[in-house]
């Protein structure tokens, strides 16, 4: 890649702001259809791979106060916990739980354990 794509790297900054934001949007309404939560999922981190295409790893790292090493294990342990708890209460590994709460603003709001895993 040249050192200067100024077009890449400008365009990049606009299309990483959409795609986290659309991609955050379907990971949390489509959390309890198929497909929905993977494919937010996917879009998340296609914005972190376009900032690491565009931009030199070095100067993404510095962008971003985030080490990835302990995010993969906060979201290992994370998801082993979420699918343990319910075998405590008698429920099966991996047991969903649901919930509905009205908040002010959104209206009744559907929670399920699953958008935490």
Avoid: C, W
């Avoid at 565009?54 to 985030?66: G, R, T, Y």
């Avoid at 649901?98 to 699953?114: C, F, K, M, R, S």
């Amino acid at each position: 890649m040249k050192e200067n794509d100024v077009v890449l790297r400008t365009v990049t900054k606009i299309v990483v702001f959409i795609l986290l934001t659309f991609g955050f949007y379907l990971f949390l309404a489509g959390h309890n259809n198929p497909g929905g939560g993977f494919i937010g999922g996917l879009i998340f981190s296609s914005a972190f791979l376009l900032m690491f295409l565009a931009f030199d790893v070095k100067q993404v790292l510095v962008s971003l106060p985030i080490d990835f090493r302990i995010l993969m294990i906060i979201g290992s342990l994370v998801s082993f916990t979420m699918a343990i708890i319910p075998m405590f209460f008698g429920k099966p590994f991996l047991y969903q739980a649901e919930a509905y709460v009205t908040l002010p603003i959104l209206g009744e709001v559907h929670l399920t354990t699953i958008t935490v895993f």
